[in-house]
């Protein structure tokens, strides 16, 4: 197994933290565990290694696909809700950082502030892993990119449309399209389109790889031609106050059977779940789809067991 030693306690909280080919390296090792773990059931290459998990946002995917991933390899898991530690609150995030380091071997964080993963991750001796914040999701981009490579067996050429809020997952695929060399459009409402730190780090890695990033706000005009179309919610967690005056402002950029006459014949529809269906996607159109959006759920599990491997010593 191909596990790259230039990655050990290295955090995993930006993609752009990590070259293309590191990137791509993690998506190839994603595919020999899934490979090896389908046939043998686990692997005992972690065994005596612990994660903790700590979540100030509710999780179905992120938590489990961790901690039944790090089981398949062997090691141990321990999940701590925001009631417990209150995280900044009940003691300092420095404190917090710095008495996990002592008990475990990595730590994922579910936060709204991305600046607090940053400063836990400046305290930590064991590598931090982002599994959400207000402003970007890498690990789930990790496994939409092995699922774009399990359906086409390739990266460059692809062209992926993203309709909908410019939010965290939004923020993520930007970097990750980029970093593979992937072409994106983002259909945005005005007002709601990614973060322009994020778009700006995206085209300097773009220069490099040669993807087309565009930011646009009609959603026809981006699913031409795309091979696949991404959505996430138009009310993200912690943004529930507005998310009727949302459902008015995105009421046009939802993926339906109308918008999927502009993409590709054999496109893909990706979403990284929860789907509040009859908003961003509607009934028919998403169980239409489903089977490549459950697999893309699946390979958050295969992803994330990947960085694991990586960056635990
Ligand atoms: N996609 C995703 O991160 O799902 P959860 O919020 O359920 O973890
Ligand atoms: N944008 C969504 C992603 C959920 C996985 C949110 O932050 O709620």
């Not at 090792?29 to 059931?41: M, P, S, V, Y």
């Not at 692809?158 to 909908?164: D, E, F, M, Q, R």
């Not at 220069?207 to 009609?218: A, P, R, V, Y």
Request: include cysteine.
């Amino acid at each position: 197994m191909n596990i790259s030693e230039n990655l050990k306690n290295k955090h995993f909280i930006n993609l752009e933290d990590f070259t293309p080919d590191e990137l791509k390296g993690l998506i190839d090792l994603a595919l020999e565990l899934k490979k090896e773990i389908k046939q043998k059931g686990s692997i005992d290459i972690l065994k005596g290694k612990n994660l903790v998990m700590y979540f100030s946002k509710p999780s179905l995917r992120t938590r489990l696909s961790f901690e039944i991933g790090m089981a398949k390899l062997g090691g141990n898991s321990y999940v701590i809700k925001q009631d417990e530690i209150i995280l900044g609150k009940r003691e300092s995030i420095e404190d917090t950082s710095r008495v996990i380091s002592k008990y475990a071997d990595a730590v994922t964080i579910r936060t709204f502030a991305h600046n607090d993963v940053e400063t836990f991750a400046k305290y930590s001796s064991i590598p931090t892993i982002n599994a959400l914040t207000d402003l970007s999701h890498p690990c789930q981009i990790m496994a939409d990119i092995l699922t774009i490579y399990e359906t086409y067996k390739s990266y460059k050429g692809l062209k992926l449309n993203y309709v909908g809020d410019g939010n965290n997952v939004t923020n993520s695929l930007l970097t990750g399209c980029a970093s593979f060399g992937i072409d994106i459009t983002v259909s945005s409402p005005k007002g709601f389109e990614p973060d322009t730190n994020e778009i700006n780090k995206a085209k300097e890695i773009a220069k490099k790889t040669g993807s087309k990033i565009e930011i646009i706000n009609d959603p026809a005009q981006g699913a031409n031609g795309a091979d696949i179309i991404y959505t996430d919610v138009w009310t993200s967690m912690g943004q529930e106050a507005e998310a009727e005056k949302r459902k008015e402002i995105f009421k046009e950029y939802q993926i339906n059977e109308n918008l999927m006459k502009h993409a590709n014949k054999d496109a893909i529809i990706l979403h990284c779940l929860p789907a509040h269906k009859g908003e961003e996607i509607d009934f028919d159109t998403f169980e239409k789809y489903s089977k490549t959006v459950f697999n893309q759920a699946e390979n958050r599990m295969w992803a994330q067991m990947a960085i694991l491997l990586s960056v635990i010593k």
